[in-house]
């Protein structure tokens, strides 16, 4: 009886063990297959290593690629590290970032701030104060108005102040073109990005007048339609409203009547006339002589 078991629980054995053997060699070559296909679906991008700055030059030992699922993989980034030697980094690139053809200047740039204006603009740097550099928060890549003042030759009161260039983005502070914090910093001078023709408002601005530059937010890209305003409109909007002055108290009690005084009768002229030892006057009054009686 017992043989007869071993007869049968033998083979059942084999036959178990072979369809898990079958089992497990089906599952792994359909894992094999998904990590070779996702493999397949996988695209090597080129990546920072470390910090990069604007400006800087590109170097193979500061970059790395790194596989990126096809579907994931960055437009305008670069599959081979060879590709990128030599080439300027046109804004701040950060360790672990890809590198994209839009965050580089093109082929050919040199480094420092040239490579980062982009094509048809130009770099003008003008001269600020702590007012007129907003006390120090001007900071590179902000946003910036520029307000001129120009004073009149003949007439003061024709001086004025116009916004000449609206939302101008702050290329460089000084020497410093990417910003270590939001502290604000002494300057005394800035570069802004603009295109030829403001250029040439804001020589002929800083020339003949000055300039003031007003912070604003870099999410705010509306225009304002100003007309300036003059030194003569200023002082006419602060005059007091014109009408009939009103009398202040002192002038409102009329003044006291001058006392007149009785009249003076004017001297009279008296001459003192001597006949021997007789004394007599005569008074000259009104034009005419009278003679007293002598008097001994």
């Given at each position: 009886?017992?043989?007869?078991?071993?007869?049968?629980?033998?083979?059942?054995?084999?036959?178990?063990?072979?369809?898990?053997?079958?089992?497990?060699?089906?599952?792994?070559?359909?894992?094999?297959?998904?990590?070779?296909?996702?493999?397949?679906?996988?695209?090597?991008?080129?990546?920072?290593?470390?910090?990069?700055?604007?400006?800087?030059?590109?170097?193979?030992?500061?970059?790395?690629?790194?596989?990126?699922?096809a579907a994931l993989a960055p437009e305008g980034s670069?599959?081979?590290?060879?590709?990128?030697?030599?080439?300027?980094?046109?804004?701040?690139?950060?360790?672990?970032?890809?590198?994209?053809?839009?965050?580089?200047?093109?082929?050919?740039?040199?480094?420092?701030?040239?490579?980062?204006?982009?094509?048809?603009?130009?770099?003008?740097?003008?001269?600020?104060?702590?007012?007129?550099?907003?006390?120090?928060?001007?900071?590179?890549?902000?946003?910036?108005?520029?307000?001129?003042?120009?004073?009149?030759?003949?007439?003061?009161?024709?001086?004025?102040?116009?916004?000449?260039?609206?939302?101008?983005?702050?290329?460089?502070?000084?020497?410093?073109?990417?910003?270590?914090?939001?502290?604000?910093?002494?300057?005394?001078?800035?570069?802004?990005?603009?295109?030829?023709?403001?250029?040439?408002?804001?020589?002929?601005?800083?020339?003949?007048?000055?300039?003031?530059?007003?912070?604003?937010?870099?999410?705010?890209?509306?225009?304002?339609?100003?007309?300036?305003?003059?030194?003569?409109?200023?002082?006419?909007?602060?005059?007091?409203?014109?009408?009939?002055?009103?009398?202040?108290?002192?002038?409102?009690?009329?003044?006291?009547?001058?006392?007149?005084?009785?009249?003076?009768?004017?001297?009279?002229?008296?001459?003192?006339?001597?006949?021997?030892?007789?004394?007599?006057?005569?008074?000259?009054?009104?034009?005419?002589?009278?003679?007293?009686?002598?008097?001994?």
């Amino acid at each position: 009886m017992f043989l007869l078991k071993l007869k049968f629980i033998i083979p059942l054995a084999l036959v178990t063990a072979l369809l898990a053997t079958l089992g497990a060699y089906s599952y792994l070559q359909t894992q094999k297959r998904a990590l070779e296909q996702n493999h397949a679906a996988m695209l090597p991008v080129v990546i920072a290593k470390i910090d990069l700055p604007a400006g800087s030059k590109l170097e193979e030992s500061l970059l790395e690629a790194r596989l990126f699922p096809a579907a994931l993989a960055p437009e305008g980034s670069f599959k081979q590290i060879s590709e990128l030697a030599g080439r300027i980094v046109k804004s701040d690139i950060y360790a672990g970032e890809a590198l994209l053809a839009s965050r580089l200047a093109a082929e050919g740039s040199g480094s420092g701030v040239s490579a980062v204006i982009p094509p048809g603009m130009r770099a003008m740097t003008v001269a600020v104060n702590v007012v007129s550099g907003v006390s120090g928060f001007i900071l590179p890549h902000a946003r910036v108005d520029v307000l001129a003042t120009v004073s009149a030759t003949l007439d003061k009161e024709e001086s004025s102040t116009t916004t000449i260039l609206e939302n101008i983005e702050v290329l460089a502070v000084d020497q410093t073109v990417t910003p270590k914090d939001d502290d604000p910093i002494t300057v005394k001078s800035v570069t802004l990005l603009v295109n030829p023709a403001q250029a040439e408002k804001l020589a002929l601005a800083s020339s003949e007048g000055k300039l003031q530059l007003v912070l604003r937010n870099t999410a705010d890209q509306q225009t304002t339609v100003t007309a300036g305003v003059s030194l003569k409109e200023l002082i006419n909007k602060n005059e007091r409203p014109s009408g009939p002055a009103r009398p202040s108290r002192a002038a409102a009690a009329p003044a006291p009547a001058p006392r007149e005084e009785p009249a003076k009768e004017p001297p009279k002229q008296v001459i003192e006339v001597y006949r021997s030892s007789t004394r007599s006057e005569v008074v000259l009054e009104e034009g005419k002589a009278t003679e007293k009686k002598p008097q001994k």
